[in-house]
């Protein structure tokens, strides 16, 4: 990965902010990757006792590494595919 290809990104975890530099090609699967998180957060917070932040990103570590890297891929292309699906829904709301 050559230097001059990094860009710097913002993501928030966890209500945290974090900068980091990656590949110009890695920039969306970065944000989906993070918005995947920040999804299991809320998901462990609401099914699952914890005492704290530190818990839930606990947790999420573990589903994360208890996963196929295919499945993880398959959660984020699902997502991507329902997202699609309401947008054209709202573009036919729109017509209709």
């Not at 990104?9 to 902010?17: C, E, K």
């Not at 299991?40 to 890297?69: H, P």
Request: aromatic fraction near 6%; charged fraction near 30%.
């Amino acid at each position: 990965m050559s230097e001059e290809k990094l860009i710097p990104v913002s993501v928030t975890i966890a209500d945290r902010s974090y900068r980091v530099r990656v590949d110009v090609t890695e920039e969306e699967n970065l944000r989906k990757t993070a918005k995947l998180i920040n999804e299991k957060i809320l998901e462990f917070k609401t099914t699952l006792a914890g005492k704290d932040m530190q818990d839930y990103i606990a947790m999420v570590m573990l589903w994360f590494a208890t996963q196929s890297t295919g499945e993880v891929n398959n959660i984020l292309q699902e997502q991507e595919v329902n997202n699609e699906l309401e947008r054209i829904v709202r573009l036919l709301d729109k017509v209709s």
